[in-house]
Protein backbone atom coordinates (compact mmCIF):
# COMPACT_ATOMS: atom_id res chain seq x y z
CA UNK A 1 0.00 0.00 0.00
CA UNK A 2 1.36 3.63 -1.10
CA UNK A 3 1.81 5.57 2.13
CA UNK A 4 0.10 8.93 1.86
CA UNK A 5 2.78 11.94 1.18
CA UNK A 6 4.93 13.80 3.52
CA UNK A 7 3.86 17.04 2.49
CA UNK A 8 0.10 18.43 2.16
CA UNK A 9 -0.75 21.30 0.58
CA UNK A 10 -2.63 23.94 3.01
CA UNK A 11 -6.15 23.66 1.38
CA UNK A 12 -6.38 20.90 -1.18
CA UNK A 13 -9.86 22.37 -3.05
CA UNK A 14 -8.94 24.24 -6.10
CA UNK A 15 -11.07 26.77 -8.17
CA UNK A 16 -11.36 25.80 -12.04
CA UNK A 17 -8.55 27.80 -13.21
CA UNK A 18 -6.49 26.55 -10.48
CA UNK A 19 -6.94 23.03 -11.29
CA UNK A 20 -6.74 23.70 -14.97
CA UNK A 21 -3.10 25.20 -14.29
CA UNK A 22 -2.28 22.61 -11.90
CA UNK A 23 -3.21 19.97 -15.06
CA UNK A 24 -0.75 22.08 -17.14
CA UNK A 25 1.65 21.32 -14.76
CA UNK A 26 1.58 18.23 -13.93
CA UNK A 27 2.04 17.31 -17.76
CA UNK A 28 5.17 19.92 -18.47
CA UNK A 29 6.66 18.89 -14.81
CA UNK A 30 8.10 22.47 -14.53
CA UNK A 31 7.14 25.65 -15.94
CA UNK A 32 7.02 29.13 -16.60
CA UNK A 33 4.14 31.23 -16.62
CA UNK A 34 4.86 31.65 -20.33
CA UNK A 35 4.64 28.22 -20.60
CA UNK A 36 1.37 27.48 -19.17
CA UNK A 37 -0.44 30.83 -20.34
CA UNK A 38 0.97 29.85 -24.45
CA UNK A 39 -0.92 26.53 -23.12
CA UNK A 40 -3.65 27.95 -22.46
CA UNK A 41 -4.05 30.18 -25.55
CA UNK A 42 -3.31 27.66 -27.59
CA UNK A 43 -6.96 27.34 -27.50
CA UNK A 44 -8.26 29.56 -29.65
CA UNK A 45 -11.64 30.18 -27.95
CA UNK A 46 -9.82 30.95 -24.57
CA UNK A 47 -8.57 34.42 -23.77
CA UNK A 48 -6.57 34.98 -20.24
CA UNK A 49 -4.39 37.47 -19.10
CA UNK A 50 -0.98 36.70 -18.68
CA UNK A 51 -1.12 38.66 -15.09
CA UNK A 52 -3.85 36.32 -14.14
CA UNK A 53 -1.85 32.80 -14.77
CA UNK A 54 1.08 34.90 -12.51
CA UNK A 55 -1.79 35.13 -9.70
CA UNK A 56 -3.05 31.84 -9.94
CA UNK A 57 0.41 29.89 -9.89
CA UNK A 58 1.35 32.52 -6.88
CA UNK A 59 -1.73 31.31 -4.92
CA UNK A 60 -1.17 27.94 -6.00
CA UNK A 61 2.36 27.98 -4.22
CA UNK A 62 0.87 30.03 -0.75
CA UNK A 63 -1.16 26.98 -0.79
CA UNK A 64 1.80 24.52 -0.85
CA UNK A 65 1.02 22.95 -3.83
CA UNK A 66 4.07 24.40 -6.16
CA UNK A 67 7.55 25.33 -5.70
CA UNK A 68 8.89 28.38 -6.75
CA UNK A 69 12.74 28.84 -8.07
CA UNK A 70 14.20 31.87 -9.83
CA UNK A 71 16.95 30.25 -12.25
CA UNK A 72 18.44 33.35 -14.35
CA UNK A 73 16.21 35.86 -15.10
CA UNK A 74 12.75 33.71 -14.94
CA UNK A 75 10.61 31.92 -12.34
CA UNK A 76 10.35 28.34 -12.42
CA UNK A 77 7.15 26.46 -10.57
CA UNK A 78 6.89 22.84 -10.32
CA UNK A 79 4.40 20.50 -8.36
CA UNK A 80 5.38 19.55 -4.87
CA UNK A 81 3.66 16.03 -4.79
CA UNK A 82 2.68 14.30 -8.22
CA UNK A 83 -0.96 14.01 -9.49
CA UNK A 84 -1.21 10.51 -8.24
CA UNK A 85 -0.28 11.64 -4.69
CA UNK A 86 -2.73 15.08 -5.32
CA UNK A 87 -5.44 12.45 -5.85
CA UNK A 88 -4.39 10.21 -2.63
CA UNK A 89 -4.93 12.73 -0.48
CA UNK A 90 -8.64 13.90 -2.13
CA UNK A 91 -9.79 10.79 -1.73
CA UNK A 92 -7.81 10.10 2.16
CA UNK A 93 -9.83 13.38 2.66
CA UNK A 94 -13.11 12.81 1.26
CA UNK A 95 -12.89 9.59 3.14
CA UNK A 96 -12.36 11.11 6.54
CA UNK A 97 -15.01 13.74 6.16
CA UNK A 98 -17.37 10.96 5.09
CA UNK A 99 -17.20 8.43 7.92
CA UNK A 100 -16.66 11.90 10.69
CA UNK A 101 -20.18 12.47 9.31
CA UNK A 102 -21.64 8.99 9.00
CA UNK A 103 -23.22 7.32 11.43
CA UNK A 104 -22.89 2.81 10.74
CA UNK A 105 -26.41 2.59 9.34
CA UNK A 106 -25.79 5.33 6.97
CA UNK A 107 -22.80 3.88 5.62
CA UNK A 108 -24.28 0.50 5.54
CA UNK A 109 -27.56 2.09 3.61
CA UNK A 110 -25.23 3.71 0.77
CA UNK A 111 -23.04 0.54 0.53
CA UNK A 112 -26.58 -1.24 0.07
CA UNK A 113 -27.14 1.11 -2.66
CA UNK A 114 -23.81 0.44 -4.92
CA UNK A 115 -23.67 -1.69 -7.80
CA UNK A 116 -22.22 -4.99 -7.89
CA UNK A 117 -18.63 -3.89 -9.34
CA UNK A 118 -18.58 -0.75 -6.99
CA UNK A 119 -19.25 -3.72 -3.91
CA UNK A 120 -16.50 -5.49 -5.17
CA UNK A 121 -14.13 -2.79 -4.89
CA UNK A 122 -15.22 -1.98 -1.55
CA UNK A 123 -14.96 -5.56 -1.06
CA UNK A 124 -11.24 -5.58 -2.34
CA UNK A 125 -10.34 -2.75 -0.63
CA UNK A 126 -11.02 -4.20 3.04
CA UNK A 127 -9.08 -7.43 2.32
CA UNK A 128 -6.44 -5.53 1.39
CA UNK A 129 -6.45 -3.32 4.51
CA UNK A 130 -6.66 -6.55 6.53
CA UNK A 131 -4.02 -7.99 4.78
CA UNK A 132 -1.70 -4.81 5.72
CA UNK A 133 -2.79 -4.56 8.94
CA UNK A 134 -1.86 -8.96 9.34
CA UNK A 135 1.00 -8.49 7.68
CA UNK A 136 2.01 -5.36 10.36
CA UNK A 137 1.35 -7.51 13.29
CA UNK A 138 3.34 -10.21 12.13
CA UNK A 139 5.92 -8.47 12.07
CA UNK A 140 5.99 -6.25 15.60
Known sequence: MVPLPDHRPQNLSLGPLEAEILDIIYDL???TVKDVHDRILADPDRELAYASVT?????????????????????????????EQAQMLKSHDRLKRFLAVSSPDVVAAFADSLDVDSLERLNAIAQRIQAVRRQREEQS
Not at 56 to 82: E, H, N, Y
Open 29 to 31: EEV
Open 55 to 83: TVMRRLTQKGWLDCDKADRAFRWRPRISR
